[in-house]
């Protein structure tokens, strides 16, 4: 009996993506639940798993377009019961019977065209790929979205052993459904909100010291480390109490109040930049969010984050430190009416009680929606940030 792979729903709002890559090869032994491919949308990318075993078909090659339910490959259960030793290896490495077997020629083809000869039915001895079938393969491929040279290569006059040699000076790929969308709302948000960034600078000593006091003991009893993350969490959701004007945002010509606490948290990954949401950050402790942001992060960058846990935040966090930046202007994260950006920390000399000392500081960046926004409460929200920071007594008695 042979089973349909489809593609999974993603929720309402995602309608078709990019199956961007194969996981196994083309008629290879899968086995249930194994991961079969990649999933790129517009919004997040996931993996597709095998609801059953058997030997697997394709439907469509990797680079496609395809659509929620669309039929991508078939499972023929019935060949588990038959299938040979060489092509149960293939299970736990369905690339193995082409990596070693594949030719120089299959090779050469395969890195002047971009195509993965695991992803290409094979017709030699063995289903092995051949030169025939990469060209075919080749043939039949739609513009391909693979990186490639615009301009002749720069020459030198002579390489080794008297032979000319080359590189390419350009390339162009085509974005990503993920860097589109991206790319799409970030305009978005400097065209549609009236943005405007307000700056401060922050003294890190004395969560620096608790830090360094309470960390083995916070690790030894959590299981994580104490990172600033979680201080700047507090701190933001104790001034989004203190002004709750920044808590808000504007629906056509209406304004949404929010009485809850969703921390939007920037994440940087291979694929772009993800804004996971650690949900009711004013219920939980340090060690929580912690585990929250790390939570969030893997699963961000190990491209397993859901619909569901990007959206609904109500402010958002980046961090531009850890990059070694010292001051930027973030951009809103729709449909947000602010965001926080940190920086890295640097020792300065700070006048301090009349003398001069050395402290560590770090430049805030607050950036926020002009339309709702005034400057007195955008000031006032990012020095309560501050104050926080530099007085985490305030978080514990709220002032």
């Known amino acids: 009996m042979a089973i349909e792979v489809k593609i999974p729903p993603m929720g309402e709002s995602i309608t078709s993506g990019v199956l961007a890559k194969w996981h196994v090869a083309d008629g290879a032994i899968v086995k249930k639940d194994q991961p079969l491919f990649e999933l790129e949308t517009d919004k997040i990318t996931s993996e597709g798993t095998a609801e059953a075993a058997g030997r697997i078909t394709f439907k469509v090659a990797a680079g496609t377009d395809v659509k929620i339910g669309q039929v991508v490959a078939t499972i023929d259960e019935s060949a588990t019961a038959t299938a040979t030793p060489a092509a149960a290896a293939a299970i736990e490495n369905p690339k193995s019977k082409i990596e070693s077997t594949e030719s120089p020629a299959v090779r050469r083809l395969a890195a002047e065209t971009g195509i993965d000869p695991a992803s290409v039915s094979g017709s030699g001895r063995a289903g092995r790929v051949t ?70 600078e922050c003294d890190m000593t004395a969560v620096m010291e608790l830090r360094k006091k309470y960390q083995d003991d916070f690790v030894k009893k959590n299981g994580v480390k104490l990172g600033f993350m979680s201080f700047f969490t507090k701190a933001v959701v104790h001034a989004l109490r203190e002004v709750p004007a920044v808590n808000a945002r504007i629906e056509g010509d209406t304004i949404v109040q929010n ?13 772009g930049l993800m804004v996971p949401v650690i949900r009711q950050c004013d219920t ?48 809103l994260n729709a449909p947000q009416s602010a965001i926080l950006g940190l920086h890295a920390i640097n020792e300065r000399p700070m006048a301090v009680n009349g003398q001069v000392v050395i402290r560590p500081m770090m430049y805030l960046a607050l950036s926020y929606d002009h339309r709702i926004v005034d400057g007195k409460e955008a000031v006032t929200f990012l020095v309560k940030v501050k104050q926080a920071i530099e007085d985490p007594a305030r978080l514990i008695v709220g002032v």
Not at 144 to 149: D, G, I, M, Q, T
Not at 170 to 180: C, E, F, G, P, V
Not at 259 to 271: C, G, L, N, P, R
């Open 131 to 200: 030169k025939g079938d990469m060209l075919a393969a080749t043939e039949a491929k739609p513009a391909s979205p693979v990186a490639k040279p615009l301009d002749e290569p720069r020459r030198s006059p002579q390489g080794e052993g008297g032979q000319p040699a080359s590189t390419a000076r350009q390339t162009r790929t085509k974005m990503s459904k993920l860097r589109q969308t991206i790319a799409n709302r970030l305009v978005s948000a400097q065209h549609e909100a009236a943005m405007l960034t307000t700056f401060n």
């Open 259 to 271: 009485h809850y606490y969703d921390i939007s948290m920037a994440v940087s990954t291979e694929k």
């Open 284 to 331: 939980l402790g340090m060690a929580d969010v912690e585990k929250a942001i790390a939570e969030a992060a893997k699963k961000a960058r190990d491209g397993k984050i859901a619909l569901a846990d990007l959206e609904g935040g109500v402010f958002t966090i980046t961090n531009g430190g850890i990059f070694g930046s010292m001051l930027s202007t973030p951009i």
